[in-house]
């Protein structure tokens, strides 16, 4: 008899499993007792979408991986549904037969079967010259007589199922070896032989079959069925069983068919197929999607950044990770071109690159890292603005002004520094992408979204947004420019690291200080509205920080006393927060609000009598009980509010980030991967409407305004008049910048000045003084009214075709623009915020039909931006004792066509501009009365 040649080849490709669509259909794994290979089979098949039924020839394989389909339910977030276990063995054809009979009932009709030898490599142990009689018959039964009786049994099975000619497929059986046995593979050699004459054997009547069947006008049946073995053995890598299930899956759903009945595994994989590690599922996706660009992404050494710099080097893209610690950043860098190494990428060290010592929030680092980004790669396709900072995390009359600008550096203007660097080079290359990585806490289009105790970080990401959003008309067609805003994401910043403490954590205690710092500031500033007594005498009780002296204290205000009474009954006994009313950040934070609010005039007192104080409190102030019970409602409350009730990872945002870099089209959008938060929202577009309560309007009479700005000169004249006319105010208060508008409001206002009713102020920039200065001369403010003291400026946002860069909007004029019309603000709230009885309006930029097109989108971005203070600060005025209004108007439209053209036009925008301000100044009635008003009145922002 002939002994036909072998049929073979090896495989020299990576398994693609790209197009592999196994969706609604069966896959059978028969399998003796290996555990590791069906695991790593039922994975790759199910990525692919086929429904996974495992038989096993031995029962207690079953009980064993059913133990582990257990444990894995019992992991955290897991969601993981167990593929199908039955027994099923091929020497008891009524076991094959009823396991056939389930799949049909329960599974559906079965698609393909990948049959695995009878037993684990390490069972076939003797050397052939040593077997007995007994393990000969057991080895020749289980892996001989065994495959081809559950050959027989899938054959008739298929024989007799009929389909339409829409559904008709090819069955296909795939017979997988066991790995390299390390002793020779004897055994395994043997099987592979038997297994492919069976496969020839199988191969040719099913053919034949089919051809009868159809010769005889049966149409309905299946195509004939075809099968391949593959050899895993020749090949002793820990990657082999991957590469091999991924080929399986490849065979089994695709229409691929491979004519050689035995398929090796090469001996190497690097050298043969270009990878070490068969890619699929989301990795497969991406590979060669971004091939050729360049991305420069900051921020790239851990978190979103550093994932998506990952994402984009597994793409093809050149990625250059640039963030301060060095040493972080090689460690991924070192990562990532492992990765790309087993994926087959040539010239692997130049497709990722580091750039370490980069500070964001430094101009002079942004230039550097330009010009070795362009030293080394030439271009910068992409352009990711993901570094930022958490800002100082208080609320915002207690963040400084420093904190509050590094904020802002950092988080904002670095986006627009980068983006002025590189987009003439991308305007110039013909092609380019922005994405600055905002938050969902900076708000969608026309909707603000209050942050508390965030106010500058919820300002910088609403910043961010609205850049791509103005931006977008101006940078195109060649330039995309979006915003990435996801939720919270669940990552190392979240959970905390080692040397941080997590998101919860830190708001948790932030939650206690700011406690106990409002309940301790609240008592002092009631005290002295009841008694009328000098902050410096009600803050002599607080020299011993003790709380139960405080409570015994007769000396003390009742408010104070109250206030440790309160603090014994209800606080932690093992916490020295019990024991002592302050610590250190607490007393700080109440000295500078106290100084700020102009309670003190004597700082030293106040630091002599508190900070001394609180020096030789011991730890824990709150304990890790209180904490984590209060970082547990925090989870709570943010998890109460996603609509998907979970968190996104780094790397579910990373990976939805890389597919949008893809869109050629999108431009000036926000994207939200984590699909948004059920939070409270505030429009940014609201139009004047309603009168002001008669009862409102009375409260103002004799009270002090506050008029600050000197841009908006026709503006600040007719609010003067109202207030002083109209209203019958007892004085107006005007800060200018500069003596030159100072005496032009003096002369047009000559009458008021001249009965005192009117005065006028320069601060020469200096807001803080300035607002001091007037407090002391004429008495706190009621109404306040925040207008820029400089106009927007007139400047390009893009060069086009061959015009200069050099009439763009520059680096230091953006700052300054953030600076005038922002922080501006930002300043005013922080002052007159810590007063009783004040109504702050915060004005954005006019814009007219004689406005630039660059002057309306600028003027867009200011109160886009602006709307995230306002909106916070509104929720946290509710949270404080002063209860202040504040409120923002926006002398800017959103469509060019709705600016006024006429003067009588323009005549009546500034009359409802006036009625706007006296809508949000006029005092509200007590809040017993109306809380209603009070929540509604508080936030806003009215277009007029």
């Known amino acids: 008899m002939a002994v036909p040649e072998e049929s073979r080849t090896v495989f020299v490709a990576r398994p693609a499993l790209r197009a592999v669509d196994a969706h609604g259909r069966v896959t059978l794994i028969c399998a003796g007792d290996q555990i590791e290979d069906v695991l790593a089979l039922t994975g790759v098949l199910r990525s692919c979408g086929s429904e996974v039924v495992i038989g096993y020839r031995s029962r207690a394989a079953i009980a064993q991986l059913e133990r582990i389909f257990e444990e894995s339910r019992r992991l955290p977030d897991t969601g993981y549904t167990p593929p199908l276990l039955l027994y099923l063995n091929p020497l008891e054809p009524e076991s094959v037969r009823s396991a056939l009979t389930w799949v049909d009932e329960y599974a559906g009709q079965l698609h393909a079967a990948v049959i695995l030898p009878g037993a684990a490599p390490e069972r076939m142990q003797p050397p052939v010259s040593a077997a007995d009689d007994a393990f000969v018959a057991r080895f020749l039964s289980d892996e001989l007589a065994a495959p081809i009786a559950l050959s027989s049994q899938l054959a008739r099975y298929w024989e ?77 890598e820990n990657e082999s069983l991957d590469f091999a299930c991924a080929w399986v899956a490849n065979l089994l759903h695709t229409e691929r068919r491979i004519e050689a009945i035995n398929l090796y595994l090469p001996q190497q994989l690097l050298a043969t197929t270009g990878t070490q590690r068969p890619w699929f599922g989301w990795a497969e996706s991406l590979i060669g999607l971004h091939l050729g660009k360049v991305a420069l992404i900051t921020g790239g050494s851990a978190g979103i950044g550093g994932q998506i710099g990952r994402m984009l080097a597994l793409s093809g893209a050149t990625v250059i990770l640039a963030a301060r610690g060095k040493v972080q950043l090689e460690q991924l860098r070192d990562t990532i071109r492992s990765e790309l190494a087993e994926l087959g990428y040539n010239d692997i060290s130049a497709r990722v690159r580091t750039v370490a010592d980069c500070d964001v929030a430094d101009e002079a680092s942004l230039t550097t890292l330009i010009d070795e980004v362009l030293a080394t790669c030439g271009r910068v396709d992409y352009l990711i603005n993901n570094a930022g900072i958490s800002g100082v995390e208080e609320m915002a009359i207690d963040i400084p002004l420093d904190a509050w600008r590094h904020t802002l550096r950092a988080n904002l203007l670095s986006n627009y520094s980068l983006l002025r660097k590189v987009a003439p080079l991308m305007k110039a290359q013909g092609s380019g992408y922005i994405l600055n990585v905002s938050s969902y806490f900076g708000g969608e289009k026309y909707v603000a979204i209050p942050y508390p105790n965030r106010a500058d970080y919820a300002v910088s990401k609403a910043g961010q947004r609205a850049l791509a959003e103005v931006l ?160 547990r409602k925090v989870r709570e409350g943010i ?242 004792v002063h209860r202040p209004l504040i409120n923002q108007i926006d002398l800017g439209r959103q469509a060019r066509s709705e600016e006024p053209r006429s003067d009588a036009e323009r005549k009546q925008e500034m009359m409802r501009f006036v009625e706007a301000v006296l809508l949000v100044t006029a005092p509200l009635p007590a809040e017993d009365d109306t809380r209603y008003q009070a929540r509604i009145h508080r936030g806003r922002a009215i277009t007029v």
């Open 160 to 236: 007799t199922r009929r389909v339409t000619m829409a559904a008709r497929y090819t069955p296909r059986v795939i017979f997988l070896s066991n790995g390299d046995d390390r002793r020779g593979n004897v055994y395994a050699d043997i099987v592979r032989a038997g297994i492919e004459q069976l496969v020839r054997v199988w191969r040719h009547e099913a053919q034949l079959d089919y051809e009868r069947s159809a010769a005889n006008g049966e149409h309905d049946r299946l195509l004939p069925t075809w099968s391949n073995q593959i050899v895993r053995w020749a090949n002793a």
């Open 472 to 631: 977008a008309r101006f940078l195109g067609p060649e330039i995309q420019i979006n915003a990435l805003a996801p939720g919270p994401v669940d990552g190392d910043r979240l959970r905390g690291t080692g040397e941080r403490p997590g998101l919860f954590a830190r708001r948790a205690r932030l939650i206690l200080e700011n406690r106990r710092l409002s309940e301790v500031y609240s008592a002092l500033i009631e005290a002295a509205r009841a008694h009328g007594q000098p902050m410096h005498e009600l803050l002599a009780p607080l020299a011993t920080n003790q709380v139960v002296s405080l409570a015994q204290d007769l000396a003390a205000a009742p408010e104070l006393r109250q206030l440790a009474e309160i603090i014994l009954q209800t606080s932690d006994v093992e916490a020295s927060s019990r024991e002592c009313l302050l610590n250190t950040p607490i007393a700080q934070k109440l000295l500078r609000r106290l100084q700020d609010g102009g309670y003190l005039d004597d700082a030293a007192t106040l630091a002599e009598t508190v900070l001394r104080a609180e020096r030789s409190v011991p730890d824990p102030f709150f304990t890790r009980g209180q904490i984590e019970r209060e970082a």
């Open 639 to 880: 998890m109460a509010m996603l609509y998907l009730q979970r968190m996104p990872t780094e790397f579910d945002v990373a990976l939805a980030t890389v597919y949008y870099l893809a869109d050629r089209n999108v431009t000036g959008e926000t994207f939200h991967p984590s699909g948004g938060l059920r939070f409270e929202r505030t429009p940014t577009g609201g139009e004047l409407f309603g009168d002001v309560e008669p009862q409102r309007l009375a409260l103002l009479a004799g009270s002090t305004v506050f008029l600050i700005g000197e841009h908006l000169r026709e503006h600040l004249t007719e609010l003067a008049d109202m207030y002083l006319e109209r209203q019958a105010v007892k004085q107006v208060v005007m800060l200018t910048e500069t003596d030159a508008a100072a005496e032009a409001f003096m002369q047009h206002f000559q009458a008021a000045a001249t009965d005192g009713r009117l005065h006028v102020l320069a601060t020469y920039g200096d807001l803080e003084k300035g607002i001091t200065t007037a407090c002391r001369n004429w008495g706190r403010p009621g109404p306040v009214v925040s207008t820029p003291f400089r106009p927007l400026p007139v400047r390009t946002l893009a060069a086009r075709g061959v015009d200069s860069w050099s009439q763009v909007l520059s680096e230091q004029e953006f700052a300054d623009l953030v600076e005038q019309q922002i922080t501006h603000h930002f300043r005013v709230a922080h002052k007159v915020a810590l007063m009783d009885g004040v109504q702050l309006v915060l004005v954005t930029p006019e814009t007219s039909a004689q406005s630039t097109t660059e002057q309306f989108a600028l003027a867009n971005f200011v109160k886009t931006t602006l709307h995230a203070f306002t909106a916070t600060v509104g929720v946290e005025s509710e949270r404080t």
